[in-house]
């Protein structure tokens, strides 16, 4: 495949300040990485902790993005895992050390000196990027770009804050129904359970958007569910949720922390974590999320909703992000 010599980006130069467009050079795949022609990039709401500065020591500049589908269009010395053409997803996650104890000790999402697509090496908010493919996954065929990209943070995340709600969690409560609630819904759904939807107070139509992707009900924030519940996630990165997750779920529960960032948890009372509740963040990702959750994504037909930008228009799709404006999750395709 031919390659250009430059291509298009969005970078951020500072916090608090608007993506600037670009003319970059095509970056060269190093030992081990593959060169990706950029099909389509999810706007995640870490790319808005990024550009808003609630993220510590970003590399900038940076060009953002993190749910990349991308098309092999070159490789770099000793790279054998995809062919050229090939499609592939590129996560949040891009490297680690496997040296530090947490990688040795099997907990790669922890490694002390890791790499993140958008925050410490450039992301998918351009034409073309570079990734280790080590941490690239092959997609299922069932999902196009656009659709598949939300799976590759959303889903992902979303997919390890479920998972540590455990088996056993029949009734699950979901705060803030955005894109990964909109997937995981679906995963719980499929595995027969009742999931609960908890959106901002009013906001009937993010309630009927949760019921349409497998929410058995749909309320407010603060509203407490018809049942008490099993498990509970909290998307919405907002701190005063937790202790109302914690208020509805039964004893021995737990409450999930899915974000990368929240605002800061307010004081509750002891009762709300009594009688062997847990609260719990989760951070990162591993290779093993991905491997397990995009063939029960095919499985269970999960449907992604989407809305579709170009690449140019980054800055507006992370303000309809920033303003709830959004219904699943905004997409941007390069030209």
């Not at 906001?203 to 407490?224: I, K, M, N, P, V």
Request: hydrophobic share 40%; glycine share 12%; net charge neutral.
């Amino acid at each position: 495949m031919t390659v250009p010599a430059v291509m298009s980006a969005m970078v951020l130069d500072a916090p608090h300040q608007a993506l600037a467009e670009r003319q970059l050079p095509v970056p060269r795949p190093g030992p081990g990485e593959v060169l990706l022609r950029v099909r389509a990039c999810g706007v995640c709401r870490t790319d808005l902790h990024l550009v808003d500065g609630e993220l510590p020591e970003p590399r900038l500049p940076i060009i953002p993005g993190h749910e990349i589908v991308g098309q092999v269009v070159a490789t770099g010395s000793g790279a054998g895992r995809f062919a050229p053409g090939q499609r592939v997803g590129v996560p949040w996650l891009g490297w680690t050390c496997g040296e530090c104890e947490p990688c040795r000790s099997g907990r790669e999402n922890l490694c002390r000196r890791p790499r993140f697509h958008g925050y410490t090496v450039n992301g998918g908010y351009a034409q073309y990027v570079c990734a280790d493919e080590r941490y690239c996954f092959p997609l299922p065929e069932t999902f196009d770009d656009a659709h598949a990209a939300p799976l590759l943070c959303a889903g992902l995340i979303g997919y390890r804050s479920y998972r540590f709600c455990g088996d056993g969690a029949r009734h699950l409560g979901i705060y803030g129904f955005g894109a990964a609630a909109h997937i995981i819904a679906q995963i719980a759904a499929f595995e027969g359970k009742n999931v609960y939807a908890f959106t901002r107070p009013g906001d009937l139509a993010a309630q009927e958007f949760a019921r349409r992707h497998g929410a058995s009900w749909a309320g407010g924030s603060s509203d407490l569910p018809p049942t008490a519940l099993d498990a509970a996630i909290v998307f919405a990165p907002a701190g005063e949720l937790v202790p109302a997750a914690l208020a509805a779920v039964k004893p021995g529960g737990v409450v999930v922390c899915g974000g990368i960032h929240m605002s800061d948890i307010p004081s509750f009372p002891y009762r709300l974590l009594w009688e062997e509740r847990t609260v719990r963040s989760v951070a990162n990702l591993e290779r093993r999320d991905g491997e397990e959750f995009l063939p029960l994504a095919h499985r269970a037909a999960v449907r992604t909703e989407v809305e579709l930008f170009p690449l140019t228009a980054a800055n507006e799709a992370l303000e309809r992000l920033r303003a709830g404006r959004l219904s699943g999750a905004a997409v941007l395709v390069p030209g």
